[in-house]
């Protein structure tokens, strides 16, 4: 397969597309006007790729050609209008258009800044597409943030991704990781997000999903990506609405009884603050892109086994780029102002409290601290203990050690209630260190199965996760 052209610009995108006379399709776009037809009519030959375009900006108009539905800026929306286009297409062209035509249909339901509103912008696109001559289609489906502040350049910003998307699902099918890097062709980060992405159908049945939503955060088109405990890729949007949030972040190379206490436990510390209602957290196990690149790869086997050990025990996963936690808690402030609760062990002070972790800020480890705790923030920290030292050896937050300049910022933050002690309710794992952990499995069988839910320890023995028994 030849190499990704990522000189190509918008216009000769359209331009290549409309000139293959043996791809020919349905162009419907609601909500933000009619930008990814108006890319393919300006660059000129679009007779010979656009059978029709359409919006339906009336509810009671689009629900006669869709059908109903509960949201109309939603997935169950998008499925209905490529199903209907697409269909109709097919249906109505195949015996006249030459044999080895492929249909397709390209659908968009957005909600963009408006005149009355400052709501949310996002939204649905889609494309249906035959990868061959009457074959059963496949499908690319995306959900968008549009960042711009203007409902034009938003508008501008959609035109140019669906030429991207409708261009590198047709010419980079074989490899799906280029469909998704090519969809940042021509946008800037500040423009566009695209949060979740999901392949199906005939041509795309050995992708992983969660390997390409992966690809959305190297590509620079999010920053965090979220998996549900089924594997699922979900809208971050529609997980934290107006919810609390409780995040535990690690490597979980692998999960350990441990990290299974300190959720617990913090869960239970922070359902008891006043503004939190417990039947309405959202709690989930957060890694960082940077603890799954060795030497600028992301190695597939090694994320897979850790969002699927993580599953096991029923967490939602979390895959983000922010490396500082202020960056995490401003994440999470754009979708909710209910509490949020961040766990950690007190063994991460050594980073937390490490001056040189802050450089490149102008306030350093203060402007850090200031913008991790502004409102509704709090910090859980549980304890450890060394392997083999008596159960009173514990290093808590009461007598964690950190440099003497930075020990009345941790007394502040105490004192404050930004910081607080987490009480295990099995203090028997405090020991357990998750290097040694991996260490142990890559020997085989042996002590790091006790360190380890059960069910961990039969998935990395059966499956030989994480280079089990390698060594």
Known sequence: MRERDTSLTTDQKALAFN?????????????????VAR??????????????????????????IYGQVDRYVSRARLLQMLDKEFSKVVDRLSDVR?????????????????????NECHGWIGIRLQLHPGAEPSDVILH???????NAQQCEALGILGVNLIHGAFFYHQKPEWVVACLADGLSPERIEVDLIHFSGPYFEEVE??????????????????????????VPGELFYRKPVMVMRGHFKPVTHVNVDMMAAGLKQFSQLAAVDDAQVVSLAEVTMNSLIHEDNVDGAD???????????????????????FRLRAYFRRYTQKPIGIVLSVRDFQYLFDEKYYEGLEGGILEAFGKLFPDNTYVYVYPSRPRGTDPSAQITLDNVQVPANLRHLLAHLKENSKMLPLIPLDDRHM????????????????AWENDVPEAVAQ???EKRLMKYDSE
């Open 459 to 461: 998935r990395i023995i």
């Open 209 to 234: 999903n969660r390997l390409m939503n992966l690809h959305l955060i190297r590509s620079w088109l999010t920053r965090a990506v979220v998996f549900n405990p089924e594997g699922e890729v979900v």
């Open 19 to 35: 000139l293959d006379k043996y791809k020919f399709g349905t162009i419907v776009e609601i909500g933000a006007g009619q930008e």
């Open 431 to 446: 020991h357990i260190d998750a290097g040694e952990v991996l260490a142990g499995l890559r020997r085989g069988r042996g």
């Open 303 to 325: 994320f897979l086994a850790r969002v699927d050990l993580l599953a096991s025990q029923g967490y939602t996963v979390m895959i983000s780029d922010y490396l500082r936690y």
């Open 98 to 118: 030459p044999k080895n035509t492929t249909f397709f249909a390209y659908a968009a339901t957005v909600t963009a800044r408006s005149f009355k509103q400052q």
């Open 39 to 64: 890319r393919f009519f300006q660059v000129g030959a679009a007779a010979g790729t656009i059978a029709k375009t359409m919006s339906a900006y009336d509810m009671a108009i689009s629900d006669d």
């Open 144 to 150: 968008v943030r549009m960042l711009d502040n203007e």
